[in-house]
């Protein structure tokens, strides 16, 4: 079984060892793994800001990259969503384009999804030790029911003990352009985030998508919080966390 | 227009500790109720698929229920106006008002009526008006406008009301809610019997029977709506529902999603004036239904926004609402709800930011009674404003950069492998970046942990190698 793997542009940017968990998620579960080279970004800065234009180029470029895997694994919630969700949606003026976007988008999972219902892994690489708290992320959360898959997956980590923050399907404020465009308001989100963390006393948050991570992280450090640890549950899961 | 002062507001209102004091209760008194509530429904989600169609029912043929509405009330005995916009309800009101002779009106909780400024136009004709929901009466004490739309006064603390009370009252200063609700109550009291005129709005308009529906918890509302002689009714044209049965599945819904409750204290289904019969009720009875806007929605792709029954489930559960408040939207309707209905009534420049002010998280949708998808509707407003240029230039360039890019693997590959070193660099020892070029509103409260220096791509190609 051929697995496609979108990497999202944030991890090949900014945490690209989040990308290698997660092939040595898919490699262990004994898929072929293809990384088409000129994957990019889904689109989603744009199309949340209004700018549609180029989304219809984006969704077929996906779909050629895309269209020879039996399923596609995307390490994010949020860009699985708008592939889910929104390329279909963005397609449904040509009946022909949006039928083979939907086809493919059905065989499009979020990664905790893929490896809970798909791959069922039932031994997973990882030997992380100690507390964690999970934040679940908007899109994964609501736009495709991602919430219990990364719990079941953490649960079978022996060493693992994760403890709920209160509020943890509550908005960390990062929203893409929201948290530049609306800084203020989403670092008060993101100190409500960090305070129910925190409050948890878990050595690390834990979440499915960077995005969320990196705004999590940052408001961590700028209020002196160096000590809690932020992981992308792929690290977790795959044992890339002590890197 | 208030909504383009947002940015400031919002600023201003996360830094009132009074204000913030007061935001925390919604989590407890709204959005717990709510959990709460919805699970004693045997199944809320076919009962919100049902409301839904019921919706979509009348505003798929909106002119004709209204119109049979119209037929039902006229023939028994009520009095219907239309009003295209806002000044149109507060003429017909002050119309009303002169051939009734009417000096004094007592008003039960109208949003509509605030949409108009009708309290402002009654003033400015000579008419006295004394608001009767607990939480309007206390906004009108204090001159401010509603920041939510079923808990009006939600922004205020029980402290700030005491002072208000015993400064407008001056009464003796009391702190206990009762002691508080008792003050207001004997105050308010001398209003209902002097009033000639009560205002209320109507959460649903009955097709079948010509009612108009109000739902409330403190009773002001039947005071108002059968004690004075003329009872005027003002909501928006959306509002009509087919039948009474419709209007059971409704309200199963409105209250559990507003507050929490199964039930509200009253639900008063008001249907013409006094007959001849009756002991109680108004001797005249107009209802006045208003467009402002609304239609213009209508075979629109924003249309499912007129489904909204105003319960306010969107605006409890929205973390941006949740910490900042209503009175930084700048008008009327707050939270998500809002930010869809005050661009479509006071024009999308007039209230830039409010579609692009949520995260999108989708918390809104998922709470709507009627299944309102408003993250989509917010997401094709910021549309709007990009197809009229109203965006700022620079925003716009950098998303186009970006997206094409996107397009274009090469020099996507080549800027990101040029971003992640430089970046990386930038952060130093420390491996964080305090300040961001073109990113400071996210810089301003958080520091970026910056990239591992090279980027997916590249480290996976000299892997393959």
């Not at chain 1, 709920?164 to 203020?184: I, L, P």
């Not at chain 2, 009955?206 to 409330?216: F, K, N, P, R, W």
């Not at chain 2, 008001?270 to 009756?278: F, R």
């Not at chain 2, 005249?284 to 806007?293: A, C, E, T």
Request: net charge neutral; with cysteine; hydrophobic share 40%.
């Amino acid at each position: 079984m051929r697995v496609g793997l979108f990497v999202t542009c944030l991890v090949d940017l900014m945490r690209p060892r989040i990308g290698f968990a997660v092939l040595q998620l898919l490699e262990s579960s004994g898929y072929e793994v293809v990384v088409p080279e000129s994957q990019t970004c889904c689109g989603q800065p744009g199309y949340n800001s209004g700018d549609t234009s180029a989304i219809k180029t984006l969704a077929m470029k996906f779909m050629r990259e895309f269209e020879g895997c039996d399923y596609i694994v995307v390490p994010s919630g949020s860009c699985a969503g708008m592939i889910k969700v929104h390329y279909p949606e963005c397609l449904k003026a040509d009946p022909q384009l949006a039928e083979k976007m939907q086809a493919i988008s059905e065989r499009t999972f979020e990664l905790t999804d893929f490896l809970l219902n798909v791959a069922k892994l039932k031994v997973l690489p990882g030997d992380f030790k100690g507390t964690i708290t999970y934040h679940d992320s908007c899109s994964g959360l609501r736009e495709l029911g991602v919430q219990r898959q990364p719990r079941e997956l953490l649960a079978k980590m022996p060493d693992i003990q994760l403890i709920e923050m209160q509020e943890s399907t509550t908005c960390c404020g990062f929203g893409g352009t929201f948290s530049v465009k609306y800084g203020e308001i989403s670092t008060r989100m993101a100190d409500n985030k960090c305070r129910h963390a925190e409050e948890t006393g878990a050595d690390a948050i834990v979440a499915g998508d960077l995005g969320c991570l990196l705004n999590i992280e940052g408001r961590l450090r700028r209020r002196g919080n160096l000590h809690t640890k932020v992981f992308h549950i792929a690290e977790i899961l795959a044992g890339e966390d002590k890197k | 227009m208030a909504s383009i002062h947002f940015k400031r507001k919002a600023s201003e209102n996360l830094g009132n500790e009074k204000l913030q004091s007061a935001l925390m209760r919604l989590q407890e008194r709204f959005v717990d109720a709510r959990t709460a509530a919805i699970t004693d429904l045997d199944d809320f989600e076919a009962t919100r698929d049902a409301a839904q169609k019921i919706r979509d029912r009348v505003l798929n043929n909106l002119d004709g229920w209204l119109l049979y509405f119209e037929r039902e009330a006229i023939s028994r005995g009520a009095v219907v106006h239309w009003a295209e916009t806002a000044e149109d309800v507060n003429r017909i009101v002050i119309d009303i008002a002169r051939q009734h002779g009417v000096k004094k009106v007592a008003k039960s909780k109208s949003m509509v009526s605030e949409e108009c400024g009708l309290n402002d136009a009654l003033e400015g004709a000579g008419i006295q008006v004394l608001e009767t929901d607990l939480g309007e009466y206390i906004l009108q004490l204090a001159h401010e406008p509603p920041s939510h739309i079923v808990a009006p006064v939600v922004h205020k603390t029980k402290e700030e009301i005491s002072d208000l009370f015993a400064e407008k009252h001056q009464k003796p200063r009391k702190t206990g809610i009762a002691e508080l609700c008792l003050e207001a109550r004997e105050e308010l009291r001398p209003g209902f019997l002097a009033a000639d005129m009560g205002i209320s709005g109507a959460n649903f308009l009955i097709a079948e029977s010509g009612s108009a529906l109000i739902v409330t918890n403190e009773g002001n509302g039947r005071l108002v709506t059968t004690l004075p002689r003329v009872h005027v009714a003002i909501t928006g044209i959306e509002k009509v529902v087919p039948t009474l049965e419709d209007v059971s599945t409704l309200i199963r819904l409105l209250p559990r999603s507003a507050t929490g409750q199964s039930i509200t204290n009253y639900v008063s289904v008001l249907t013409g004036p006094k007959g001849t019969e009756d002991q109680d009720g108004p001797e005249h009875f107009h209802i006045v239904l208003l467009d402002n806007g609304r239609s213009s929605l209508l075979g629109s792709e924003m249309q499912s926004m007129l489904r909204c029954i105003r319960c306010g489930a969107c605006m409890n559960h929205c973390p941006v609402y949740q910490n900042i408040g209503g009175h930084a939207y700048g008008w009327v309707y707050p939270g998500p709800m809002g930010s869809i209905l005050t661009p479509t009534f006071v024009g999308l420049e007039n209230a830039m930011d409010l579609p692009n002010a949520s995260t999108l998280c989708g918390a809104c949708g998922v709470v709507c009674p009627v299944k309102i998808p408003l993250p989509d509707l917010l997401r094709k407003l910021r549309e709007k404003q990009v197809e009229q240029k109203l965006r700022p230039k620079r925003e716009m360039l950098a998303l186009r950069a970006w997206s094409w890019m996107a397009g274009h693997p090469v020099f996507y590959a080549f800027a990101t492998r040029i971003a992640a070193r430089l970046m990386h660099w930038m952060g130093g020892r420390e491996g964080r970046l305090h300040y961001l070029p073109g990113a400071a509103g996210w810089t301003d409260g958080r520091d970026m942990s910056v990239p591992e220096g090279s980027t997916f791509r590249d480290l996976y190609r000299r892997r393959k190698s």
